[in-house]
DNA sequence: CGTACACCCTGGCCGC
DNA sequence: TGCGGCCAGGGTGTAC
């Protein structure tokens, strides 16, 4: 679910819950792990300690503090959300920060296919989840030169090489296939076919849509929902995601869907080659 | 190394 | 109304 306009919206909605003077007063793990065992013997290092930074990178979440990071990552169903009281918890909630505001911050997550790990300021530069990652979209490391470059030689399908986080961080299952589309691209064309003129394409239409759905505060399609739990909105421009059998806005021929190692694929066979 | 695929897990929806 | 099957925005581990 949630790609990179969704981490992005719920990293802003933290920073703005988040000021500076607070201080986290306790932490109370619900459950022993989520997709990985939650960090039950760490949880002393992020106590008493003030939340200095809020950033995202990829689609992780960092709260820093004083010493150290919260690392959170929101999987397919995750969420954070802001309660005044534990009356207010819900199935899921499974980690809660307790604020020297009297608030709540609680990570709730249904699959628990998510992330909430506290670890060293320093094992950032080192640590395998981010050390592999390819460059943010929306900076200048992603450009047409970029992208025609890391192509060369690969086989796999555009679709595939965009989803891959050491290629490109960010872009999921949604934006791929909305990106793809704007460039005008086939989600099958192997990657290492792509023109010059394609990759050009391709990065601007990867921005573009980013940016769009940023403004939007994300796509809510099912589970994702804004800190302030509510739903994003960009889901309803979507020109291809979800759209099977319904008309394209362009050419009004039948989209179509195939599963591509996995993954619903939706694209108009007519405008992208 | 690159690629393909199963798997982690719960819930909602659809068809019977 | 109930139930089984299928599908879902992600990432990782394993096998070739």
Redesign the pocket.
Known sequence: ???LP?VETVKEGLKKILKPEITIRDVVFRRKDL?SPLPLKAKNKIIAQAITNIERR???ILIHTENSLIVS?????GSWRVELSKKALR??DHVLLGLSDDSFLIYND????GLFDIIDQESLKTD??FSLLGPEPLSDGFNKDYLFAKTRQ????IK??L?D?KNVVG????YVCEALFVAGVSPLLP?GKLKVKQAERLVLAIQKILKQSIKSG???????RTVDDKK?SF?QKHKVYGRKGKACFKCHSLLTMQ?L????TFWCETCQK
């Not at 990552?73 to 169903?77: D, K, R």
């Not at 249904?110 to 296919?113: E, L, S």
């Not at 190692?261 to 619903?264: A, N, P, Y």
């Open positions: 679910m949630p790609e969704e997709r990829a689609k992780y990552h929101l999987g397919m169903t199935t899921h249904a699959r628990r296919f395998k989840r690969k086989k796999i399908a595939q090489f989803m986080q872009v999921g299952n949604i990657a994300g796509s809510s399609i099912d589970d994702y994003g889901q599963f190692s996995g993954r619903s």
